[in-house]
């Protein structure tokens, strides 16, 4: 099944040209793993520090698989230099899920 995986940051202000760059590396990166769907930027209209980045992905686990890529946290721990607080993820699944 799917999954939307959201991710939200602030960052330092006067960091954007930075992070923009860092953020262009990390979803290159992204898009070179298995399962990688798509994903999109979007800013805060009322606090252009703010983002939130919604990947799709195929299944939970290709998510996870990326999540602790080592590459990955290289890329984590270059963006941590310019946030404000800490990064929050949010994990859903596409659709409706059934008991069973």
């Known amino acids: ?4 995986i959201l991710i939200k940051r602030q960052f330092k202000e006067g960091t954007i040209k930075e992070v923009s760059a860092l953020l262009n ?3 290159s990166g992204a898009m070179n793993q298995p399962g990688y769907i798509s994903g999109e930027t979007l800013v805060k209209e009322d606090d252009p520090h703010t983002l939130l980045v919604i990947g799709t992905w195929r299944k939970m686990q290709n998510w996870k698989t990326w999540k602790d890529n080592p590459k990955r946290k290289a890329f984590e721990d270059m963006l941590e230099i310019y946030q404000e607080g800490t990064t929050e993820y949010e994990e859903y699944h596409l659709g409706i899920l059934h008991d069973e």
């Open 25 to 27: 590396e990390f979803r």
């Open 1 to 4: 099944m799917p999954a939307k």
